[in-house]
C-alpha cells in the first residue's frame, strides 16, 4: 500500500535564503559546520543540537532570527559580527503574532489543560517565552524546537516553579504535543503523523529533561503519562516518510526513558522497569543502537538502585556491548561507571576499581560529536558524584565524602537537582563517617534546596542521614538540621 503524502500549510512570507551565513561556512559541510557549531557551545556553556539540518535551514533563510541560545554561539564564532552581519533579521521584525495558517496543528498546549490567559508558552501570548521561537520556524512542518536550553526560559520556570510547584510547571512547560493528546483522550488519533509530530515529541522530551535538571521528578511524573501515550499513539497512526518514522520511535523510547526517569527518581521503581523495557524494546525493533545502549543504561542504574547488583553489571554490560560502535568515548565512560556502581553492591572491590579506572581514561579523552544528546548532564561533577557512590556502597566514608564534596563544588548551577543530590550524598558520608557537624552543614544546603527540587530519592537520602545524626544531637548545627528536617514537607 502507498502512503499519501500530505504537505503543511507553508508560511506566506517568501523565504530569502541568507547568502552571508552560507560564505561565513567557507569549505566546511554544514555537518562539519554544525560541529563546529556545537564545539563552540561548549566553550560558553551553551548546550545547542545542531545538525546539518539546522544549518541547511538557516542558509535556505527558513530561520530568519536564531533564538537566543544559537545567537549567542554565533556572536561567539565570529567575534566582533552582529546579527545582521551574519545575514539574520533583526529579532523585532520575526517576533510577531502571525497568524496561524488554516491546518496547522496547534502544538503549544498545556498538558491535560485547555489554554488560559497565564499559559506562559501559548504562542499567541505576547510574554516573555514567544522571543524563544522564530516566529516564521514556529509553524514550519520540520521545526526541532532548539529552544529548551536558553536562560530566558530557566527564569519562567524557576518563577512558576517556586510560585505553583513542581505541577504547574509541569503543566505550563510539557505541552508540545497538547493536540495529540487531547485527540488520544477523546479516542480521535491521528490518521498519520507528520514531521511536525515528530518535532513536538523530541521537544517533550527536551523539556523534561529541563525540568528535571532544575527542580526533580516528583512534580513531573503524573503529568508526563499523558504525553508518553500520545508518543505511542503516533507510532501506532503511521508516519508520512520513513525519515519522520524513524524519528518518532526514536523520540518515543527517549520519552520512554525520560519518564522512566521520573518514575525511577520518584520512588516508582516497578513503573520505571517497564517504561525502561518499552523503551528497550522499540529500540530493537528499529535497530537504534544508540536508543538501545540508552535504555540498558538506565537500566542498569535503576537494577543498583532497586538492590539487583548483579542484574545491574549484566546490564551495563549489555549496553557497553551495543555502544561502543557508536564511537563516544563519554557514553562508555558513563556506561563503565553504571557497571562499577553494580560491582560495589556486590562487594566486589577489585571489580569496582578496575571499571572505576575504564570510566576516567575515557572520560579523559574528551567529548566528541558522536556523543548523545541526552549526555549532556555527564560531565565531572557527574562522574565524581558516581565515584562517590561506589565508595559509599563498599563503606569508604572517607572515599566517598572526598569526591561527593568535589561534585557538588563543580556541578554547573543549571542542574539545580544535582546539587542537592551530590551535597545530600555528602551530608550522608560525612555523618556515617563520623563527622557529624560537617554533616549537618551539608544536609542544611540541602534543605535551602528544597523549595527547588522536589526528588523522593533527595528526600530518602536525608532522612537516612537524619537517622545517623540523631545520637550526635549535641555536635554543632546537628539539632537544627533535625530540627528543620522534621519539619520540612515530604513529597506526596
Avoid: K
Wanted: hydrophobic content about 40%; some cysteine; proline content about 5%.
Amino acid at each position: 500500500m502507498t502512503s499519501s503524502i500530505t504537505t503543511s500549510s507553508q508560511p506566506d512570507r517568501p523565504v530569502r535564503p541568507n547568502h552571508t551565513f552560507r560564505q561565513l561556512r567557507g569549505r566546511h559541510s554544514p555537518a562539519e559546520f554544525a560541529a563546529l557549531v556545537r564545539r563552540a557551545a561548549r566553550e560558553i556553556g551553551e548546550r545547542v543540537s545542531c545538525d546539518a539540518r539546522y544549518i541547511g535551514r538557516v542558509e535556505a533563510g527558513e530561520i530568519r532570527c536564531p533564538n537566543y541560545a544559537y545567537e549567542r554561539v554565533f556572536l561567539h564564532m565570529f567575534p566582533g559580527r552582529t546579527l545582521a552581519d551574519l545575514g539574520f533579521a533583526h529579532r523585532s521584525a520575526v517576533r510577531g503574532r502571525g497568524a496561524r495558517p488554516a491546518g496547522d496543528v496547534p502544538l503549544v498546549l498545556a498538558v491535560g489543560e485547555t489554554r488560559g490567559p497565564v499559559d506562559p508558552y501559548d504562542p499567541q501570548n505576547g510574554s516573555e517565552p514567544q522571543d524563544r521561537f522564530e516566529e516564521q520556524d514556529r509553524h514550519h512542518p520540520q521545526n526541532t524546537y532548539e529552544t529548551h536550553d536558553n536562560y530566558e526560559e530557566s527564569d519562567v520556570l524557576r518563577r512558576l516553579f517556586m510560585t505553583g510547584g513542581g505541577a504547574t510547571v509541569a503543566a505550563a512547560t510539557l505541552g508540545p504535543l497538547g493536540s495529540t493528546i487531547d485527540a488520544v483522550a477523546a479516542n480521535r488519533p491521528p490518521h498519520r503523523a507528520g514531521s511536525s509530530h515528530a518535532a513536538a515529541l523530541e521537544e517533550a522530551v527536551r523539556r523534561i529533561r529541563l525540568l528535571d535538571d532544575r527542580h526533580g521528578a516528583d512534580g513531573l511524573y503524573r503529568r508526563a503519562a499523558a504525553p508518553l501515550r500520545a508518543a505511542y499513539a503516533l507510532l501506532d497512526a503511521g508516519a508520512t516518510r520513513q525519515t519522520t518514522a524513524e524519528r518518532l520511535h526514536s523520540g518515543a523510547g527517549e520519552l520512554a526513558i525520560s519518564v522512566g526517569w521520573l518514575a525511577h527518581d520518584s520512588g516508582r521503581f516497578d513503573d520505571a522497569r517497564s517504561h525502561y523495557a518499552e523503551a528497550l524494546a522499540t529500540a530493537r525493533m528499529t535497530g537504534d543502537q544508540g536508543l538501545e545502549a540508552h535504555a540498558f543504561c538506565n537500566t542498569a542504574f535503576l537494577a543498583r538502585d532497586a538492590g539487583r547488583p548483579r542484574e545491574a553489571v549484566r546490564a551495563a554490560q549489555a549496553a557497553q556491548r551495543v555502544g561502543r560502535p557508536l564511537g563516544s568515548a563519554r557514553l562508555m565512560s558513563l556506561l563503565a561507571l553504571r557497571e562499577a556502581g553494580g560491582w560495589a553492591g556486590l562487594a566486589d572491590r577489585t571489580g569496582c576499581e578496575q571499571a572505576l579506572a575504564r570510566a576516567q581514561a575515557l572520560f579523559e579523552r574528551g567529548h566528541s560529536d558522536a556523543d548523545p544528546e541526552w549526555m549532556s548532564f555527564y560531565g565531572e561533577a557527574e562522574l565524581e558524584g558516581l565515584e562517590a557512590q561506589c565508595w559509599s556502597t563498599l563503606g569508604d566514608w572517607r572515599r566517598a565524602s572526598r569526591h561527593a564534596r568535589r561534585a557538588a563544588e563543580l556541578q554547573d548551577p543549571h542542574f539545580t537537582r544535582n546539587i542537592a543530590l551530590y551535597t545530600a550524598e555528602l551530608a550522608d558520608d560525612l555523618a556515617r563517617g563520623g563527622r557529624p557537624d560537617e554533616a549537618a552543614r551539608a544536609g542544611l544546603r540541602v534543605l535551602d534546596l528544597l523549595d527547588q527540587v522536589q526528588s523522593s530519592r533527595i528526600q530518602g537520602m536525608l532522612a537516612g542521614t537524619a537517622r545517623v545524626l540523631l545520637p550526635h544531637r549535641r555536635a554543632g548545627g546537628v539539632q537544627e538540621f533535625l530540627d528543620r528536617h522534621a519539619s520540612t514537607p515530604r513529597v506526596v
